[in-house]
């Protein structure tokens, strides 16, 4: 099984290099936005784009998968659309050619004719890429392949990754906004049971060298199956530019104010004030915003916090299900908020788990695979149980009964 999360592993970090290569020239960036079409737009945001990147990165993944595992393509599940409309109104379905020569024809199709931009994109969409893990040399897990789907987020965060801000300053580690928030996001779950199994998230732009502007990125991943959990390590705090991370899971020390609040969280600027208040109560000055649902939780896989709340109904299956994997393989998990506030902890039953095989019935477009009673991601069971307590205590009663 190592072969197939090697495989997700290496065509994560050709999307990245993708992702990075239509950052390095500005009038080719400007070329690939496209607003997307009205079934596919996310209702939480006025303005919401398709990129080439994106929809370049989600066709390479695919591709490569049905290349290397063939029959594995028809499990492939995105969030974009490989259809294409040029200036000249022509409609191209994308995808990636057997050759770099047509790969280029294709793309200076939909760049109008740019025939230098569509060359430097396929040259990096060709470009074979090795990636290793020692970790994973030593994984010997057979999972077979005829369970397996898979989500796909290609660049989360697209208008982070359009605005391009590049010099952000993290708050304890946590950028609010910025190029930092961009990931790119790959999920495998059990189509039978709906339990992600595995996850990779890829950050392209973790740091920029100052003398060439170029970007190097970092890769995390986990595997949860039948009792064998495994994750790769985070790496050293100094590359997070010197910030330790207040999370009580690290067991950092703190000062008597701080341990008043226990708990520190991840949120999206648009959460409602209910939330934001009892958040305040719970967690005091301890609560970080962030863009990009994806960003916000690598934040608690990384341990820079201890949850990533959200009460909305704007994420979806591709957003959650690797960051979901990786937190499972590490004791932690997503659960639905919604179910979560609603819930006895008395009766004993189990968190409500997000799960990755079933539609919203009723939905249309995007919504029929939106996680539909917001979520909570965390790294320990016996924590989230004491925040909700605390949480459910600092809410409106109509708030815990939604």
């Not at 990165?57 to 490989?82: A, C, D, H, R, Y």
């Not at 909700?388 to 708030?399: G, H, K, T, V, Y």
């Amino acid at each position: 099984m190592s072969d197939i999360l090697r495989e997700l592993l290496r065509v994560s970090e050709k999307a990245a290099n993708i992702a990075r290569a239509c950052r390095q020239q500005e009038a080719l960036f400007q070329l690939l936005i496209e607003e997307k079409k009205e079934g596919e737009k996310n209702k939480k945001f006025s303005v919401d784009f398709k990129t080439l990147a994106d929809v370049l990165v989600q066709e390479v993944i695919k591709q490569n998968m049905e290349n290397k595992f063939p029959g594995l393509e028809k499990t492939i599940f995105g969030e974009e659309s490989n259809e294409f409309t040029n200036e000249l109104g022509e409609k191209i379905t994308l995808r990636l050619c057997p050759t770099e020569k047509e790969t280029v024809e294709l793309l200076s199709k939909v760049l109008n004719g740019n025939t230098l931009a569509s060359e430097a994109l396929a040259r990096v969409v060709h470009q074979d890429v090795a990636y290793a893990d020692p970790t994973l040399d030593t994984l010997e897990i057979t999972i077979p392949h005829n369970i397996l789907g898979i989500w796909v987020d290609p660049i989360d965060s697209t208008y982070q990754y359009i605005k391009g801000s590049a010099d952000v300053k993290p708050n304890q580690g946590i950028f609010p906004s910025g190029l930092q928030c961009v990931t790119i996001l790959i999920g495998v779950y059990d189509i039978q049971t709906g339990v992600p199994l595995m996850g990779v998230i890829n950050q392209p732009f973790v740091s920029q060298d100052l003398n060439t502007l170029r970007w190097k990125g970092h890769c995390y991943w986990g595997l949860s199956y039948r009792g064998t959990n495994i994750y790769s390590l985070r790496p050293l705090i100094s590359e997070r530019n010197g910030n330790e991370p207040l999370s009580q899971l690290t067991g950092n020390t703190r000062s008597e104010a701080e341990s008043s609040h226990q708990f520190s969280a991840v949120i999206s600027t648009s959460e409602k004030e209910t939330i934001k208040a009892a958040l305040s109560r719970v967690c005091g000055d301890r609560i970080f915003r962030a863009a990009g649902a994806g960003y916000k939780s690598l934040c608690v896989v990384q341990g820079l916090v201890d949850v990533y709340i959200f009460s909305e109904d704007t994420t979806f299956k591709w957003d959650s299900c690797a960051a979901h994997a990786i937190l499972r393989a590490m004791g932690g998990g997503m659960v639905d908020l919604k179910k979560c506030l609603a819930r006895n902890p008395e009766t004993g039953l189990d968190l409500p788990q997000l799960v990755y095989h079933v539609e919203n019935v009723g939905a249309s477009g995007v919504d029929r695979w939106a996680n539909k009673g917001g979520l909570i991601a965390y790294r320990s069971s016996k924590q989230l149980e004491t925040f909700l307590s605390l949480l459910i205590q600092n809410l409106p009663p109509a708030d815990t009964h939604r």
